[in-house]
């Protein structure tokens, strides 16, 4: 069967508002160039729309016009493109969800360790950060909440003194294995976020999980984060001004 009749068949069996990629098409590797041309010409005619590079919908038709895919039904896709590496969602969604804030974005951040170029919607944008853990932890969850405390300042909408006990109460929902590997992969961020994170878990009393954090610290390191943290209990002990 020819490429052009293989992308044909394809489409034909998805629904109206499908998303594809060159993962949905049954073609070899060598092959690759005659199906991104392939793929121009359905663009080209109408019978696809393009996202971005390399990423295509079937238009749905409605009264109101052609609908482009969900956000989030994009936003799982890529998510799931990507589940052999490191792919998270990070920035305005993870700050609302975890109420840390009420505001809403239109810009959608996804933390990868193969960073690409943003993809413009017709409603907002997707950005693309680099992770900075070099594997995937047991939840994304944990890197959210290092990418929450490292960026604790600039949630917008928020203060630290307000994000401060939205983050214990988040703290303490995970078990202790999941504190205990959020020590473990601490070490990739900075070391002000270490510093925050290890005052958090000394308010929450779990000083041995404190006190792996303290390790990674240089003992002459100051931190300057601002008077919300510096007035908790045991800012002192991590050099908080």
């Not at 793929?39 to 390399?54: C, V």
């Not at 944008?125 to 680099?130: A, D, G, H, Y």
Request: hydrophobic share 40%.
């Amino acid at each position: 069967m020819s490429i052009m009749n293989t992308v044909r068949e394809t489409v034909e069996t998805k629904e109206p508002g499908s998303i594809l990629t060159y993962r949905d098409f049954n073609v070899p590797l060598e092959s690759s160039a005659m199906l991104t041309k392939a793929l121009s010409l359905f663009y080209r005619d109408g019978i696809l729309k393009r996202i971005t590079k390399g990423w295509y919908y079937k238009p749905e038709v409605t009264e109101f016009g052609t609908m482009p895919p969900d956000t989030a039904m994009i936003l799982r896709r890529l998510l799931d493109e990507q589940k052999d590496q490191i792919a998270y969602m990070t920035g305005p969604l993870v700050y609302n969800s975890f109420w840390l804030t009420t505001q809403l974005s239109t810009e959608y951040v996804i933390a990868t360790d193969r960073p690409r170029s943003p993809i413009r919607l017709r409603a907002g944008s997707i950005r693309f950060v680099r992770a900075r853990l070099k594997t995937p932890p047991s939840t994304p969850r944990l890197a959210q909440l290092l990418d929450v405390i490292m960026n604790i300042g600039d949630i917008p909408g928020t203060t630290i003194a307000e994000a401060i006990p939205i983050l214990l109460v988040r703290l303490k929902e995970l078990s202790r294995k999941q504190l205990q590997e959020l020590v473990d992969i601490s070490p990739a961020y900075k070391p002000s976020t270490r510093a925050t994170l290890g005052v958090l878990l000394e308010q929450m009393g779990q000083l041995s999980l404190a006190t792996a954090v303290h390790k990674t610290l240089n003992p002459l390191s100051t931190f300057d984060l601002g008077p919300a943290l510096s007035c908790l209990p045991t800012s002192l002990n991590w050099r908080i001004v």
